[in-house]
């Protein structure tokens, strides 16, 4: 078997994350670039040198040159005309000329410091004119004004050829600048192709750069990225068992490892999902037996042993009608209790009844003007009140979307047993208010009565769950778990508030909207948040 082992050097960069190519790339481009750019730097510095030696220095050296030979020039035909006429007005133009000379010698003095070979060229016109000026100018200017001078005649072919001499140095003095000048400006040309073509290079390197950054962030980076999303768009879409190919750099492939890790926890997940799912199809199922069983109970409940109860309560209450006082008091005791054990099972059945009925026979949700319904309800335990004497005060009441009948139970319950919990000796003082808060109504039912200790809060709102025993306080224990029903049916909560300590206050809420079947429960967990 072959083994072909990848090199050293592959296997390191195959370890590269995404940053670190980056990192490479944006370190080898503005090598690139910062050695182009210093390249095109060099250039432009070259050729501004040059530039300005040409036009600083060449130029005006040339130029100045010129006018020095034309100072000297002056120099020449004043001295000549003063020598042949004796006229002081031709010397005018030799002392003109020897200012300029000096302001011109200066002048290319300065501009050719750092040239030697025309600083000579310039010392050797400088010694040429100064051997005319000492032979001839200088002594036929001296000469007195009024007559011709003896010494121009006399000297006319030497003057004649040390003046030349000075032409001859001027003319290779200018030959020279003029030559440097044009190799200046030949240097110029050159050096400014030569910048033209390293930008030309440079902008070629720049668009090949973004060329290849381009190239690399697709196929390192924006490629890889691509695969990735379509195989999570696959999976998405539904098909959970698509893998995701590891791809691109180091931190892509951990990404994609870990995307697959994901995608097979989610595989799992909906494993468990549909094993979840199918039981709780069976526990449905179940469910709907023992719903469709507890139905028949009811019906049983409300027909069939409501019957035979009601034999036993009227036999029992006739036998105690006839025979009471007749037998010892142990038998009427016996028949007392019978008495009172038929009306209790018989209230413990309408109490079932009615619990049962809640969000199946009563479930027609429509506006409710809850102050109608609590007049009604008022009326229905009239006599409570009037028995109690109890003051029942209540805020303006809201119309909400509920089922009229559960609303009407409800109000009957709360305020039945603040009359009834009261406290002895103390007339019942119960208020009802309403604040509207978001979506929903919050309610609370005040007395004045015994209360509810902190530690029974939650206990109160469970069927058949007394904190009293039945010769105290008459009742089933279903009143509060009832509410409790109605309530959430309606997608609200109910609980004591355990800040109130001068009696009970129970507060619930109600949805001002209406409620569908199946919302309860989240607009209870709303509610409560």
Same mark, same amino acid.
């Given at each position: 078997?072959?083994?072909?082992? +990848?090199?050293?050097?592959?296997?390191?960069?195959?370890?590269?994350?995404?940053? @670190?190519?980056? @990192?490479?790339?944006?370190?080898?481009?503005?090598?690139?670039?910062?050695?182009? /750019?210093?390249?095109? /730097?060099?250039?432009?510095?070259?050729?501004?040198?040059?530039?300005?030696?040409?036009?600083?220095?060449?130029?005006?050296?040339?130029?100045?040159?010129?006018?020095?030979?034309?100072?000297?020039?002056?120099?020449?035909? /004043?001295?000549?005309?003063?020598?042949?006429?004796?006229?002081?007005?031709? *010397?005018?133009?030799? !002392?003109?000329?020897?200012?300029?000379?000096?302001?011109?010698?200066?002048?290319?003095?300065?501009?050719? +410091?750092?040239?030697?070979?025309?600083? !000579?060229?310039?010392?050797?016109?400088?010694?040429?004119?100064?051997?005319?000026?000492?032979?001839?100018?200088?002594?036929?200017?001296?000469?007195?004004?009024?007559?011709?001078?003896?010494?121009?005649?006399?000297?006319?072919?030497?003057?004649?050829?040390?003046?030349?001499?000075? !032409?001859?140095?001027?003319?290779?003095?200018?030959?020279?600048?003029?030559?440097?000048?044009?190799?200046?400006?030949?240097?110029?040309?050159?050096?400014?192709?030569?910048?033209?073509?390293?930008?030309?290079?440079?902008?070629?390197?720049?668009?090949?750069?973004?060329?290849?950054?381009?190239?690399?962030?697709?196929?390192?980076?924006?490629?890889?990225?691509?695969?990735?999303?379509?195989?999570?768009?696959?999976?998405?879409?539904?098909?959970?068992?698509?893998?995701?190919?590891?791809?691109?750099?180091?931190?892509?492939?951990?990404?994609?490892?870990?995307?697959?890790?994901?995608?097979?926890?989610?595989?799992?997940?909906?494993?468990?999902?549909?094993?979840?799912?199918? +039981? *709780?199809?069976?526990?449905?199922?179940?469910?709907?037996?023992?719903?469709?069983?507890?139905?028949?109970?009811?019906?049983?409940?409300?027909?069939?042993?409501?019957?035979?109860? @009601?034999?036993?309560?009227?036999?029992?209450?006739?036998?105690?009608?006839?025979?009471?006082?007749?037998?010892?008091?142990?038998?009427?005791?016996?028949?007392?209790?019978?008495?009172?054990?038929?009306?209790?099972?018989?209230?413990?059945?309408?109490?079932?009844?009615?619990?049962?009925?809640?969000?199946?026979?009563?479930?027609?949700?429509?506006?409710?003007?809850?102050?109608?319904?609590?007049? !009604?309800?008022?009326?229905?335990?009239?006599?409570?009140?009037?028995?109690?004497?109890?003051?029942?005060?209540?805020? #303006?009441?809201?119309?909400?979307?509920?089922?009229?009948?559960?609303?009407?139970?409800?109000?009957?319950?709360?305020?039945?047993?603040?009359?009834?919990?009261? +406290?002895?000796?103390?007339?019942?003082?119960?208020?009802?208010?309403?604040?509207?808060?978001?979506?929903?109504?919050?309610?609370?039912?005040?007395?004045?009565?015994?209360?509810?200790?902190?530690?029974?809060?939650?206990?109160?709102?469970?069927?058949?769950?007394?904190?009293?025993?039945?010769?105290?306080?008459?009742?089933?224990?279903?009143?509060?778990?009832?509410?409790?029903?109605?309530?959430?049916?309606?997608?609200?909560?109910?609980?004591?508030? *355990?800040?109130?300590?001068?009696?009970?206050?129970?507060?619930?809420?109600?949805?001002?909207?209406?409620? #569908?079947?199946?919302?309860?429960?989240?607009?209870?967990?709303?509610?409560?948040?």
């Amino acid at each position: 078997m072959t083994v072909v082992e +990848r090199p050293p050097h592959t296997r390191e960069l195959s370890t590269w994350t995404t940053r @670190r190519w980056l @990192r490479f790339g944006v370190t080898v481009a503005m090598s690139v670039l910062v050695l182009l /750019g210093a390249t095109g /730097g060099w250039a432009l510095a070259r050729t501004a040198t040059i530039s300005d030696n040409l036009v600083d220095v060449k130029s005006p050296a040339l130029m100045t040159s010129i006018r020095l030979e034309s100072a000297l020039l002056n120099q020449e035909t /004043g001295i000549r005309g003063y020598g042949l006429t004796g006229t002081a007005d031709f *010397l005018d133009p030799y !002392r003109e000329g020897l200012s300029q000379q000096k302001t011109y010698t200066k002048t290319l003095s300065d501009l050719l +410091r750092d040239n030697p070979a025309r600083l !000579r060229d310039l010392k050797d016109v400088e010694g040429r004119i100064e051997t005319w000026q000492a032979q001839i100018a200088r002594p036929v200017a001296n000469s007195p004004a009024g007559k011709p001078s003896a010494l121009a005649t006399d000297n006319a072919a030497r003057g004649k050829a040390a003046f030349d001499a000075v !032409r001859r140095a001027m003319a290779t003095q200018q030959d020279r600048l003029r030559a440097d000048r044009v190799a200046a400006r030949a240097d110029l040309t050159a050096t400014m192709r030569l910048r033209n073509w390293i930008f030309i290079a440079i902008a070629a390197v720049i668009v090949a750069l973004a060329v290849i950054v381009s190239e690399a962030l697709r196929r390192g980076i924006t490629g890889p990225l691509e695969r990735i999303g379509a195989d999570a768009r696959t999976i998405t879409e539904g098909d959970f068992g698509h893998p995701i190919t590891p791809t691109g750099p180091a931190d892509l492939r951990q990404l994609s490892g870990e995307i697959e890790s994901m995608r097979r926890r989610l595989v799992r997940a909906l494993d468990f999902s549909e094993e979840a799912r199918q +039981r *709780l199809d069976e526990q449905s199922a179940d469910l709907k037996r023992s719903n469709a069983e507890l139905e028949q109970f009811a019906y049983v409940a409300s027909h069939d042993l409501q019957e035979p109860l @009601r034999k036993v309560s009227s036999f029992t209450q006739l036998l105690q009608r006839r025979y009471g006082g007749q037998l010892d008091e142990r038998a009427d005791q016996y028949i007392d209790f019978a008495v009172d054990g038929a009306n209790r099972m018989q209230t413990l059945i309408n109490d079932l009844l009615d619990f049962s009925r809640v969000g199946r026979v009563h479930n027609t949700h429509q506006s409710v003007d809850l102050n109608v319904v609590m007049k !009604r309800t008022l009326t229905a335990i009239s006599v409570s009140i009037e028995e109690s004497g109890a003051v029942i005060t209540r805020d #303006e009441l809201p119309t909400v979307i509920a089922d009229s009948t559960q609303m009407g139970m409800l109000w009957q319950n709360l305020i039945g047993n603040a009359i009834k919990f009261r +406290r002895p000796g103390e007339t019942p003082a119960i208020h009802i208010s309403a604040e509207q808060d978001g979506d929903f109504w919050r309610f609370a039912v005040t007395d004045n009565g015994i209360g509810i200790a902190a530690e029974y809060a939650e206990k109160v709102f469970v069927i058949f769950q007394r904190l009293h025993t039945k010769d105290r306080y008459q009742g089933s224990g279903i009143g509060l778990a009832m509410c409790k029903k109605i309530v959430e049916f309606h997608g609200g909560t109910i609980a004591v508030d *355990l800040t109130h300590t001068e009696g009970t206050r129970i507060v619930f809420t109600l949805a001002s909207s209406p409620v #569908e079947p199946g919302e309860q429960g989240d607009l209870a967990v709303a509610a409560r948040s």
